[in-house]
């Protein structure tokens, strides 16, 4: 019940939604009430709807998933007055490569996520609540269920939650092996029983969601800053921010820095202060080449335009994205070309194959940029690399493509010399065919 | 078709947790634990499953065929999953997965001969800070050299 | 009628119903926006991205199957940033599809080389290896294969939503996805090919069909099917005089694209190496081939005989033969030869319903009021079987306007899936089960009511006057077996009424023997069978001479004192009536040499017999049917057109008394047609062949 901490905490983050992390038994309720645990959501059932959602809207929380949407916004298009049943879903497929936040809000403070979906709930009307978490996270079910049972038990979950005649119930639901079920649209699908493929939007979840019903769905740490948003207004949370950026959030520092690890930073945090004071810096002393701001999907930055704030307005001007808050720290050691490569497989394998460029886009781009790895292609076909980006962005069906396209492009146009020397350098091997197919 | 009790009540909860006539959206996990208790998805267990959820058993071989955990080939006791993603894959993920080729003498998709290893390459497992990160069955080791993953096979190979 | 928008598509400003998508709107201006998974009809999907457009004031292109019209929307489909983008998705598309035209079945008429041709890039830029999987044989008549598919799922859709089947569904995702068959390496369907029509590449291929031809070297003649009596138009691809194919591409006829696996497939009877193609005259020791001229003078002697000695002949009649044919063999027998004794096998009660809703408009449904009618009742038939084509219109229907579908069957059908309300009860018992639906059937505006055999003679009198209580607009179709029953109907190919359903009392005949009658009877010199096959079940008592017009050496023409080669539909010019009235022209389009149509072989036997009975020629004869048979004054030039002409009403319907017991249907399944069936290799191949019925 008290989960060790992966890493040491950093003096310079800001603990809102991780202020459990580390205490003892942080996992349990009472830890969780001592610690002034569903108050938010006490307050909440004296709150009507409309103001709860007028709060949220307030913290000018966004969208902790990727996309950045202001979540306030999302749960004003739900129909309270339909007269459908309402879900509320947690997306935890955290799947974002360089992405490994929800799983430590889960881990160590899964009452929290429970007050965000009930707090959720309260505001749409909804009676039944599901987390949809990715397959290879089986311990953090049990950590949920634990944690679910508990909450049954002290009267927050049920048919009368503490008395009120609210009624809401959580069920954890296991997801089996599928990037794509992190978009909304395809996570539903999957939440059915079905293909995780994604569906045609609009209609969107807020009014046509599970089994097409209205439905409230956000991102694991999206539920996990509700409480405090409820618990001390969404103003303060908005102050700990940038204006239109909200709050704190979850930055993952994975790849070449001395510290890595999970830190709650305020909206706005400088890049290279994070990489250098929250993570220690760079590993062995050695120079910084490029970041990658928000998980796989985001364009890489280059070293030089990484002082920035990190919020989703400054990264997206800069060219980028803020993403899920993986931030992927690349020294000069790192091999571009072996890393668009690895980028493309991912996406590739991931593509679920239902709309053309996407399925075809991501195949193509694995197996040209595999050849330019290996030394046989034309300079020319570095162009055709991007020309294929190019045709795949804004075109596909959901933004998996997007996501396989945007860093790709971004790693030949930025690292284009690196590419160039491949093709320069004596062909090492003719290439196996079997190597390239997919397994 | 029986399964264990735990899996009965598993299932029982699974199916409960939707409304009535929505059965059907416990498929997914109910495929998952029911690989995880009989190793893989054999015929009857598709057939077992798709009786109980009264789905057609070919729209559930569409749903199997879908998601990369789900699979109808036996795998071995422990399935060794090495993550070599971007984060994993800059402190040497790769070079791990080679080394576990080698030690196992598997290459990814195989299994010893003994039944006791399989071997797969994975996509971003969530352990990116703490890489290079695999998963044994559903087990996370993190921060993984080839040295420590010696000994981790070593353990499993004498475990009961 | 809903509200109209008003947009404009490429500097068109044009008014379309709200709710049109754009990719419709846009065809109705005239202007085409190119899609693959888009279909009309069926679900959307926005797959395939070619039908991405640019919308004024939205950054990203659209796909134009999945937006619907807004007022003020300006939309461009000829930007240069929709010209790159359709030739992107055509290069994606090519990079694995395999480049294997020169072999493929589809090429000439693939979906994916017309795109290419007018949307494409000229040269391609794909050099990495494509990926392979082994062709599949999914049934006798369905081939996968895998690489060429472009995962439109169009076949998945028409399965699944057109057919109420679902036997194909997406395995595997990314680039290995393929569609599936529901039996893992088989098919267990309906066999109907709907997949393999549908199917805009060479993906999906026919087992009859595959490596036989190059689609530009047949001929294509636009007939209606031969088999059940929906009256499907078929388009059969035909090279030097052989069928190599049927399908409804072009979407005309009732059926628009439909056919089961009987129109599709089956016409191969007409090729079976049985065909007969001699006349054959029966001696002491079995058959000798003989002369026309010989079979011909033979016949009239014995039919002059029978005349003289007071009509002594009997027909029966076909249900495959055309209008024309069965009424000219009515009149040779009636006027020429002084016989009322005419019938064919009748396979349900539609005079009941004429005399029942006698000087009513609008009594009888057609095959379109199928897809429009708020409710539908089906009543005795397992109409997914007998009729897939009235079957899938009420699918249709119920998926497009969510007709309330009420079924009352002996056993389950597929119709139940879609069914409001499902009653199972003992053939006879219907309507007796109704009242249970009262109320329901009340509040809707109108209702159209499909009778099987079991409802017959008092009963649809008593159904009507049921319907009639209802106070709602309902429309009946009285549910007949073959291609052209209900065209034997109306031409009084019947003992009891003349053609139009006149009486008898106009001519001053009684009503003569029935088939089964004469088969007993003492009297009749001359039996004369014209497409039927009495004898399969049945005995001769009193051995009559024996005349047999057929395609095969049936049961029946095995004991023939002369047998007439005939031509079977596919080879004549003629017309039938659909189950639902609908008037259609048949198309020759197979050659078998020797072979002659029915009404040629009767025409010449009124010769040589010197009768007097005006023209025997197909369009002479539709022109005289269209003056003087009541429900066929319709409008000829459109049924030469290739229009399906709704027939009717029957100002003048005869006071018969039915024959009841003689009512009954054969209750084929998609995979029998009597005699005709067992001639078809591919439905006697098929495994789901022969099937039954009410198995849901």
New interface residues.
Partial sequence: MSPRLYNEPSPLEVKILTRRFGLPNSQSIDTYLATGGYEAFRKALEMTPEEIIEEVKASNLRGRGGAGFPTGMKWGFVPRESPLPKYVVVNADEGEPGTCKDRLLMEHDPHQLLEGMLIAARAVGAERGYIYIRGEYRYLIEILDRAIGEAYERGFLGDNILGTGMRFHVYTHSGAG?YECGEESALLESLEGK?GVPR?RPPFPATAGLFQCPTVLNNVETFCAIPAIIRDGGKAFAALGTPRNGGTRLFCISGHVNRPGVYELPMGFNLLRMIHEVAGGVRDGRKLKAVIPGGSSCPVLKAEECDLPMDFDSVAQAGSMLGSGGVVVMDETTDMVRVAVRIAKFY??????????C??????LR??LT?IDQGIAKPSELD?VVEICN?ML????CPLGDAAAMPIRSFVMKFREEFEARLRRPMVAVPD?DS?V?S | MRFSEQLEAKFNQLISAFPPGRERAALVPMLLYAQDEVGHLTPEVIQEIAGRLRV????V??VV??YSMLTRKPRGRYHIQICTNISCMLLGAEQLLEHAKQRLGIDCGEVTPDGRFSLEEVECIGACCWGPAIQVNYDYHHWMTPEKLDRLLEELRKAQ | MSKLVTLTIDGKQIQVPAGTLVINAAKQAGIEIPSFCYYDGLS???????C?VEVERV???MTAC?LPVAEGMVVRTNTPQVI??RK??L???L??HPLDCPVCDKGGECELQDMAFRYGAGEG??V??KYHVPEKQWSPVVYYDAPRC??CYRCVRICDEGLGV??L?????????EI?????DHLECDECGMCIDICPVGALTSGTYRYQTRPWEMSHVGTICTFCADGCKTTLGVRNGIIIRANNRDRSGINDEFLCIKGRFAFDFVHHPERLTRPLIRTLSGFREASWAEAIELVAERFEQARQQGGRIGLIGSTRTTNEENYFLQKLLRQGLGSNHIDHRQSGDLVSLLMATRGREGALATTADLYHASGILILGADLSQQHPLLAFQIRANYRHHRARVYVVTRGPVREDQIAARSLRVAPGQELEALESLRTELQGLPDLVVLYGDSIKGSAVARLVQWCDSLAIAVRYVCLLDDANSRGALDMGLVPDWLPGYRSLDQMNLQPGLCWEEMLESEELEVLWVVGANPLRRRHLKRRPWLVVQELFLTETAQQADVVLPAASAYEKRGTFTSVCGELQQLQPAAQVPGAKTDLEIASLIALQLGLELGPADPDELLGEIHRTVDGYNVDLPLVAAGAAVPTGPYPDVAAVAVRVDKIRSREDTLFTAGSLGQRSQVLTSVREAPGSLYRG
């Fill in positions: 599928s293909r045609i590739q394998h991931e593509s679920c194959g239902w709309c053309v460029p399925r075809e886009g991501t195949t193509w197996h040209l050849r055709l045709n804004g075109r596909t069906f065919p390239l997919v | 057609p058993v070919h729209e071989d569409e065929s879908y | 959307l999907q926005g797959a395939c991205r070619m991405l950054p990203k292109l999945t790159e983008a992107a998705m290069e994606f598309l990079t694995n830029r794909f990495e290896f472009i995962l679902n036997a569904g997406v395995v595997n995702r990314g680039v290995r996805s599936a068959p529901n039996r893992g």
